[in-house]
Every structure is written in structure tokens, then in C-alpha cells.
């Protein structure tokens, strides 16, 4: 028998955006007054964040070259796994995350290839746009509410969302919008 090590290699191949209308202030004030690393640490401030009736937009710039399947692929995964958590996942949602990994299947995400995800204010829906030099952007609606919210969570979730640093950032910058 041969032992043999392996070492993980994590890779970032995107940085996050996060652009929020100004008046999600004026939802998160019971938090006013609390550091970047309080608000890091509280599911509860995300939460309010994410749910706050504000327009949000996430820009996502890639920032080292990967297929759109495998990113589809890997936002199917991780959604599918929190609505299941959540006993959110049914039919609809399945339908929905089928379009989602459709709609980035034939992609390829070069450097500086851009990914906008758009939740509107009134709506529980979102609306997502590639962008690539050389060729038209093209864009989906996403309509089933619990999978726009699991959207949402991943990338805004506090301690739950995908990017630890992304959360750190807006906790930071929430915080010192929230002590003006």
C-alpha cells in the first residue's frame, strides 16, 4: 500500500462587489454603533441586511479564467444544499437552479468577464447578467423566491456566505456608514 499526501490548493477566481441603496442605513440601525468585527460576527445583522427592502447588486468580476459550468455547477450546489437544509426544496426550485446552470453552461468566464446579480426592492426575483469583451451580455430572471433569497444568502450571509472576505468588507464598511 502506498500512502500518498495530498495539499488542497484554494484558488480565487472571482472578486465580489456588493453595491446596496443607500437606505438599507436606515434598516440596520439597531446595530448602530457596533464595530466591523461585531457586525462580522452577527447572522442577525445579515439577515436583516439581506431581507431590508433596498435594491441590492452584486458585481462579480473574475479574476482568473474558469468554465461557466463549473461555476453554475457550484452555485446549483450550494443552493440546492441550503433550501434542502431548510426544507425549502421542491419542484420550482429545482426547475429554477436547472436555469441557472443552463444559463451558465455555455459560458467561459475569461479575466474581467463580469456576473451581475440584480435583487430589485419590491420584488423577490433577480436578475442575472454575463458580460464578456467581444460579445453581447446575456441575461436570466429568476422568479422563485426561496431560490433568489438561498442567492442572496450565499454571497451576503454573514458567517454562512461564501466569501469571508466579501462579509468582512461589508461589515466594515456597513459599520462605518451605521456611525455617521
Excluded: C
Amino acid at each position: 500500500m502506498t500512502d500518498i499526501e495530498i495539499h488542497f490548493l484554494q484558488i480565487k477566481f472571482t472578486a465580489i462587489g456588493v453595491y446596496l441603496d443607500p437606505e438599507i442605513v436606515g434598516h440596520l440601525h439597531k446595530w448602530k454603533g457596533k464595530s466591523g468585527k461585531e457586525l462580522g460576527e452577527d447572522d442577525d445583522f445579515f439577515d436583516a441586511l439581506i431581507s431590508a427592502p433596498v435594491e441590492k447588486f452584486l458585481r462579480i468580476v473574475v479574476i482568473k479564467e474558469i468554465k461557466g459550468s463549473q461555476y453554475g455547477v457550484q452555485l446549483e450546489s450550494a443552493v440546492r444544499d441550503r433550501l434542502a437544509a431548510d426544507d425549502k426544496y421542491e419542484e420550482e426550485e429545482e426547475l429554477a437552479l436547472e436555469k441557472i446552470v443552463e444559463f451558465f453552461q455555455s459560458k467561459y468566464f475569461k479575466k474581467g468577464s463580469v456576473i451581475t446579480f440584480h435583487f430589485p426592492a419590491a420584488t423577490n426575483t433577480a436578475e442575472i447578467v454575463f458580460s464578456t469583451e467581444g460579445k453581447d451580455d446575456s441575461k436570466i430572471k429568476l422568479e422563485n423566491g426561496n431560490v433568489v433569497e438561498m442567492l442572496k444568502k450565499w454571497y451576503l450571509g454573514g458567517s454562512r456566505g461564501v466569501s469571508p472576505t466579501t462579509i468582512t468588507s461589508l461589515a466594515e464598511n456597513l459599520s462605518a456608514e451605521l456611525s455617521k
